[in-house]
């Protein structure tokens, strides 16, 4: 586990998302290793491309696995106005289906960001992940934080919803909640170990972001920027790490050894 250096953090994105950048850019400097190599990326559940278009952008060649057409029509309109047409493809299909619409093995990055809390089976998808990951490569997981659910209820006075909450093995709350599941840290690597992948990096993705009000925030000039740094200087930091929104988690599929 790595704290994330302040001077890496990635200044151009917001400070909610800055963490998972930070991570990203790390991995994707491990893999070129000063020679400038693209990356062969698969974004399942990518939506419209807020993470995959920006890859596209610093030169990956990035395929988006997303069962949602609208969402595939919008990834193709943001493609297209950044001039990335060629450098993303779009493919129809959930999660389950990835061994029938991606080779094995082909993708240098993998990422899954804010899917497995509404799919069916995420033990299955993880293991679809693992299957398109190339060895050596690595997947980037990011999910709902049940802790920081319960907290987020209780702050607010909604008591009884957070006990819920707390009760639920899946942390969520019977009939009105929008996901299937949320994950705590330990659940989650115990998920991913059960897969073959090796869970180098947890971070906490909005520690403090989403507890404060957003005009406290933009209340002063360089309040942004200093809400970013908070976030990189917390997001490994147990507890804070712990307490986040989200949990960001970056797994290694093992080289096998040559018979
Ligand atoms: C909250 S959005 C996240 C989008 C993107 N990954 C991001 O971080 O900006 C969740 C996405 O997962 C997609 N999705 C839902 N069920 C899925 C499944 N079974 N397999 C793959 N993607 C799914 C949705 O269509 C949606 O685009």
């Given at each position: 586990m790595v704290d994330i250096p302040k001077e890496s953090a990635e200044k151009t994105h917001h400070p909610r998302v800055a963490v998972v950048w930070s991570v990203l850019s790390s991995e994707i400097e491990r893999f070129a290793a000063g020679t400038g190599a693209r990356l062969r990326i698969i974004d399942v559940g990518?939506?419209?491309?807020?993470f995959a278009v920006p890859l596209a952008e610093l030169g990956h060649d990035v395929t988006v696995v997303e069962p949602s057409a609208n969402a595939l029509a919008s990834l193709r309109q943001r493609a297209a106005d950044a001039g990335v047409t060629d450098r993303v493809t779009a493919v129809q299909a959930d999660a389950d289906e990835i061994p029938e619409v991606i080779e094995p093995e082909s993708a240098d990055l993998v990422l899954c960001h804010s899917v497995l809390e509404m799919i069916d089976d995420p033990e299955l998808a993880i293991e679809a992940l693992a299957g398109a990951c190339a060895q050596g490569g690595a997947v980037s997981i990011l999910v709902a934080n049940r802790i920081a659910a319960v907290l987020g209820k209780a702050l607010t006075g909604q008591f009884t919803t957070a006990l819920d909450l707390l009760a639920d093995v899946d942390g969520i709350v019977d009939g009105t909640d929008t996901l299937k599941r949320r994950f705590e840290t330990a659940t989650l690597t115990a998920l991913i170990g059960r897969s073959g992948l090796v869970t180098e990096q947890v971070h906490g993705v909005g520690v403090v972001g989403d507890l404060i009000p957003a005009s406290a925030a933009e209340a002063e000039a360089g309040a942004e920027e200093e809400l970013r740094e908070f976030e990189l200087a917390t997001a490994a930091r147990i507890p804070f790490r712990d307490i986040a929104t989200q949990i960001h988690l970056l797994a290694r599929k093992p080289v096998r050894a040559q018979a």
């Open positions: 990518g939506g419209s491309g807020g």
